[in-house]
Nanobody, 121 residues
């Protein structure tokens, strides 16, 4: 079992930045690909970004390319999502996810509880 705890959400003005963190525990962190998803009110959960086990490969949704950066620190068992140039449409609950394979981009095995990000116009 992998436990995931997100932090770093909050209220920010459009054009601002936030950095989300996700602390993992329970299994060897470097054995897991990690991802971020988001869910806006009334909408389905959608993929945002993912990173492979060593951090050498990253994947992004088109809507966040060039604005968001995913990274990980395997020594700290933590994955990050740096969000720049935020837009009101980025408002959502952001979820951390983990999977032993790159299925993390579609159907991850483990989920965090989520952290709210609100971008005001």
């Amino acid at each position: 079992q992998v436990q995931l705890v997100e932090s770093g959400g909050g209220l920010v003005q459009a054009g601002g930045s936030l950095r989300l963190s996700c602390a993992a525990s329970g299994r060897t962190f470097s054995n897991y690909a990690m991802g971020w998803f988001r869910q806006a009110p009334g909408k389905e959960r959608q993929f945002v970004a993912a990173i492979d086990w060593g951090g050498g490969s990253t994947y992004y949704a088109d809507s966040v390319k060039g604005r968001f950066t995913i990274s990980r620190d395997n020594a700290k068992n933590t994955v990050y999502l740096q969000m720049n140039m935020l837009k009101p449409e980025d408002t959502a609950v952001y979820y951390c996810a983990a999977d032993r394979s790159l299925s993390v981009v579609t159907t991850p095995l483990y989920w965090g509880q989520g952290t709210q990000v609100t971008v005001s116009s």
